[in-house]
Structures are given as structure tokens and as C-alpha cells.
């Protein structure tokens, strides 16, 4: 490709409210513009995704997987409009067509692979499958806005049982491996979810980078690392605060006027917000009314309240759904409500309101809350689960030392579906129908390559690997001789032929800017052709992971650049 000819340009400058590095050298570079808040990629940056996607695509083919393409856009029947209000509300797009039908954007719904799946598989026999796509990806949930459309590569592992998916996702999770090894990416194995089907973890990938949009808890002493809504903690009753002491053996009404909020009440009262409960109200598409009890210094994880209660997804609660149980918004509690409740909302404790430390808890009545409320005595939960979000300090599960909080970009996440809702099934060796199970591996590509771009850069620009780069070799012709204008063209044609890639940088510009803009760019070898080509027959070659400069006969440069574009395996 020659540079007069491409279709994007480098920049001397980015614009100044970009604060992420890599980002400011993929658009320096002239590998991605940002439009309309997202990132558009050009040819350069086009090509990187492309060896990404071709690197991908050879590991999944030598586990056994193959590749399919399913309908981005799909019309909703009935039935999965009953099923899109149990989902996240950012893991699908809704729309309309000229006739009014209502569509759905979302080219990894399961709903399409349980057809596939019920329609092509009959037998164990058949099982696992693993099927891959590339696809469009809105993540509208996602904190950096630039990032939340893209382009994903989504692996889906079809199996019999939960033990054979777990032996197919180990497959899939070596395949990943095996390409960050190849780009030189260095990743984390995260934590990222758990679900209830004998708590079996979910794992994600991540690169910590301190620009990342990815809370992370990590342990120092036993490297336990997790996505923070993940993150399982092992609660220390000695954190639990007993601020009120030779407190009477029941529950205590004070008035708290003007005190909706733990941390109005918790400064009303002089107490600690450690020293409170937390009713917190949620709506479930499947259960009705669920009524989370936290300690006032914590903050409920949705995605553990959401396996615990045995739910998809979770609302706030409406006013009337409160009203209707007894309770009183902003002084609500468990304590005292009609027993007639019990059928009508869960009622979730987190261990940190059940220690028996006494609590000041809402009084359900508008401007009073009750001081000395004691879990056991006072009040009992229908369930007692961590639903805790971690914080910093948290004692680790595994081994009780502190956790820490870090950030990353999650590149891989592996999610375990579970049965297929729909008719998807297979005959077992028995020849017993039983449901084929579902486990799908997200690859996020441009946050792959924003890692790779982290990971290797130095003042001057990015530093590509020989099994990411766009190109080869950067070629640089200087000076305005007919003759060097020849040669370099010559070698350019001869290096093309010889299947390198080359990015020709044939412009009447200065060597400086050529120069810079080859070391921004970063291809792995930079070869010049300049006037005193002409007298001593020599090509400059400079490594630019090094910085070395040698120079080379012209009929020995194709064996060195072969040589130099194989990547050590």
C-alpha cells in the first residue's frame, strides 16, 4: 500500500479530552477516527482486526469449532416478548419496522441458536458442538462510550451436561490462551460470575490498565481476582459496628425527621453509617417484589441479589408495590410488618445485618426509625446471602487477606447459560430425552487491540509484534533522484511478490516526517532507500522493537525480511 494512496492519515495531535494513551495512538496513527462517540476503523486499523479475527479463526478451527453467521435483527413473537423483560435491559435493542412488528437487535440471542440447535441435533452423539460467529456488539452499559459498539468473535459450546461443557470450555478457554499468546498480550484470568447450578464460576480475561472500564478486586496473598460485581468476599463479623451499648432487649421508635437517606439518618443519630440497616426494594419479572437488607455502609451487588433470589433481572420496585406490603419508603424495615407479607415479597439478608449487632433500622412509619433492632430477634430474612458489592479492604474468600481495587479491560468473558428454555433437546445413551446446555466466550476485538497497543508502545509511537502488525515492513524512499524513485518502487514491487505486506511511504516529504511517522505507525522493520542507495548498493534496515539500525546488500533484503516476519512460536 502506498501512503500517497491511502485512505487515512496520521496526526500530530488528538484531541485533548482523550486521556487514554492507546486510544490517542490508534487515532495518531491513523488506525481508527472517532464518530459519533464510536470508534470507525480505517484501512490500517481494519487490517489489525483482520489478523486478529484470522488468528481466531485457526485456533477455534483446531478445537473442532466452526463457523456460522446468524441474522443480526429478528422479529419478536409473543412468547420472546414475554422473555425480552426478564433480560439486562443493554444485552438487546428493540425497534420497529414499517408494519409495526417489533425487532430485536441482537446477534448473539440464544433464541436463534436453541432453534438451530433443536432443528440440527438429535443425539449425544452429535454433542458438544462448538459454533463461532463475528458479529456487531452494543454494549450501551459500557463506561467508555467509544467502546460500546463494536465488534465481537462469540464462541457458543453445545453439550449434554454441565461436566461436558466444563471439558469443552476448558478447550475454548486454551484457544483464547494460545492467541493472547501469540499477540504478546498479557491478561488475567478473572472471576466473573457464578451461577446456581453447583456454583459454577464464569471466567473472564482481563488487561489491568489503569484507563480500564472494569472494576477488579485482587488479592495480593493468594492472587484471587475478580470482577468487582463478582467478587466473593468472606465477611468479617469484627467489621460489624456495635455503636450502642446496655441498649433495652427490643426495638426502640426515635423520631428522625427529614431522614429518607442512610446518610441524613446515620448524621442525625451521631452514628456511624455501619451502624444502620438498608432496605432496598427490587421488582422481578418472576418473583414479584424482592426486599434486600444491607448494612448502611454497603451497596447491593444486582447480579448476586439476582442469583440468590432466582431471578433474570431486577427493577426498582414501584411506590405501590412498597405500600402494599406495609412498609414505608425511606424508614422501611423488616420489623413489624404483617405476617400476611411473607407470600407476597423474598426478603433477602446480607450476613452484615446478622451478626446480632444492634441496628438502627426503619420503623415503617413516615419520620421515625427504631434504634436496637437485632436480626433473629427482631426480624428474620427468607434468605441470608452475600449480596454485598466488594469494597477495597474486604477480606478475600479463599484466604481472608485484604482485597484490593484495580481496573482493566475485559477482552474474553465466558458466560454459563445453563438448559435451553425451548424445545432443545437430545437423545442420551439411554435414549432419554434431555435438554442440550449452552456456554458462550465473547472475544471483544478492538479492546484486543487497544491492549496490544498498551501493552507495546514507547514515546515515539506503537511497537507492533511481527503477528499483529498491519503491515510487514515500512518502506521510506528518500530523496528526488529519478533513479532512487526507481529502485525503491523496484523493491517494492519485489517484496509484494514475495508475499510481504508493505506499507510504501513514496510522499515528497521530509525524512523527519517520514521518520516520525514510521516510528508512530510501528511497523517491525523500516527499510530506506536514499540516494546513496545509488553508490554503495545498501538498504537500510531498523528493528523497531530495538532501535537497531543496520544496512543490508539490496539482494539480500527479501531472505531478511522473511526471516524477521516469522514470529518465534
Not at 473442532?64 to 412468547?79: D, F, K, V
Request: with cysteine; net charge negative.
Amino acid at each position: 500500500m502506498r501512503i500517497s494512496a491511502l485512505f487515512g492519515r496520521t496526526l500530530r495531535e488528538t484531541p485533548a479530552d482523550i486521556d487514554y494513551p492507546a486510544l490517542r495512538l490508534m487515532l495518531r496513527a491513523g488506525l481508527a477516527r472517532l464518530s459519533a462517540g464510536a470508534l470507525a476503523f480505517l484501512p490500517i486499523g481494519t487490517r489489525v482486526l483482520r489478523r486478529l479475527e484470522a488468528m481466531a479463526h485457526e485456533e477455534l478451527t483446531r478445537i473442532g469449532a466452526q463457523e456460522i453467521h446468524l441474522p443480526p435483527i429478528r422479529t419478536l413473537s409473543a412468547s420472546d416478548r414475554v422473555q425480552s423483560r426478564l433480560l439486562p435491559a443493554s444485552s438487546t435493542v428493540h425497534g420497529s419496522d414499517q408494519s409495526r412488528q417489533l425487532l430485536a437487535f441482537d446477534p448473539t440471542d440464544t433464541t436463534t441458536i436453541a432453534s438451530l440447535a433443536a432443528s440440527e441435533i438429535a443425539s449425544y452423539r452429535q454433542l458438544p458442538a462448538l459454533l463461532y460467529q463475528r458479529h456487531p456488539i452494543s454494549c450501551s452499559d459500557c463506561r467508555s462510550s467509544w467502546l460500546r459498539e463494536g465488534i465481537a468473535l462469540t464462541v457458543y459450546a453445545l453439550g449434554g451436561g454441565a461436566h461436558e461443557l466444563e471439558e469443552t470450555g476448558t478447550q475454548v478457554c486454551s484457544a483464547f490462551e494460545r492467541i493472547f499468546r501469540r499477540c504478546d498480550m498479557h491478561l488475567i484470568a478473572a472471576e466473573a460470575g457464578y451461577t446456581g447450578e453447583n456454583d459454577q464460576v464464569t471466567r473472564a480475561y482481563v488487561a489491568v490498565s489503569e484507563h480500564g472500564d472494569t472494576d477488579l478486586m485482587i488479592c495480593e496473598s493468594c492472587s484471587y481476582t475478580a470482577i468487582r460485581e463478582a467478587a466473593r468476599t468472606a465477611f468479617d463479623s469484627t467489621l460489624a459496628t456495635s455503636m450502642m451499648k446496655d441498649e433495652p432487649d427490643h426495638p426502640e421508635a426515635i423520631a428522625t425527621p427529614n431522614c429518607a437517606t442512610i446518610a441524613d439518618l446515620a448524621r442525625f443519630c451521631g452514628v456511624p453509617e455501619s451502624a444502620t440497616a438498608k432496605a432496598v426494594f427490587f421488582d422481578s419479572p418472576e418473583h414479584g417484589l424482592i426486599f434486600a437488607v444491607i448494612r448502611g455502609d454497603r451497596a447491593i451487588n444486582i447480579k448476586k441479589l439476582c442469583l440468590v433470589a432466582g431471578v433474570a433481572n431486577l427493577t426498582p420496585a414501584r411506590p405501590e408495590q412498597i405500600d402494599a406490603i406495609g412498609a414505608v419508603a425511606g424508614y422501611a424495615s423488616p420489623v413489624g410488618l404483617p405476617s400476611h407479607t411473607s407470600n407476597r415479597v423474598l426478603i433477602v439478608a446480607d450476613p452484615s445485618v446478622t451478626t446480632g449487632a444492634p441496628l438502627i433500622a426503619g420503623a415503617n412509619r413516615h419520620g421515625y426509625h427504631l434504634r436496637n433492632v437485632v436480626y433473629g430477634r427482631d426480624w428474620r430474612a427468607d434468605r441470608i446471602a452475600d449480596i454485598s458489592l466488594a469494597h477495597p479492604g474486604d477480606p478475600c474468600n479463599r484466604c481472608g487477606a485484604p482485597l484490593r481495587q484495580s481496573s482493566g479491560f475485559t477482552i474474553v468473558h465466558a458466560i454459563h447459560h445453563g438448559a435451553f428454555a425451548q424445545d432443545a433437546t437430545f437423545l442420551d445413551q439411554e435414549g432419554v430425552s434431555r435438554p442440550i446446555v449452552l456456554a458462550s466466550f465473547r472475544m471483544l476485538l478492538e479492546r484486543a487491540l487497544l491492549t496490544i497497543i498498551e501493552q507495546h508502545c514507547d514515546q515515539a509511537g506503537i511497537v507492533w509484534t511481527p503477528a499483529t502488525a498491519p503491515f510487514d515492513v515500512h518502506l521510506i524512499r528518500l530523496g528526488k533522484q529519478d533513479a532512487t524513485r526507481q529502485a525503491a518502487d523496484a523493491l517494492y514491487d519485489e517484496l509484494i511478490a514475495a508475499g510481504i505486506a508493505v506499507l510504501y511511504d513514496d510522499r515528497n516529504d521530509t525524512a523527519g516526517v517520514k521518520f516520525n511517522d514510521a516510528d508512530l505507525i510501528g511497523l517491525p522493520l523500516r527499510l530506506v532507500i536514499g540516494d546513496r542507495f545509488l553508490t554503495d548498493g545498501l538498504v537500510e534496515i531498523k528493528q523497531r522493537a530495538t532501535g537497531m539500525i543496520t544496512k543490508m546488500p539490496r539482494q539480500e533484503i527479501i531472505a531478511e525480511v522473511q526471516k524477521a516476519r516469522t514470529p518465534a512460536i
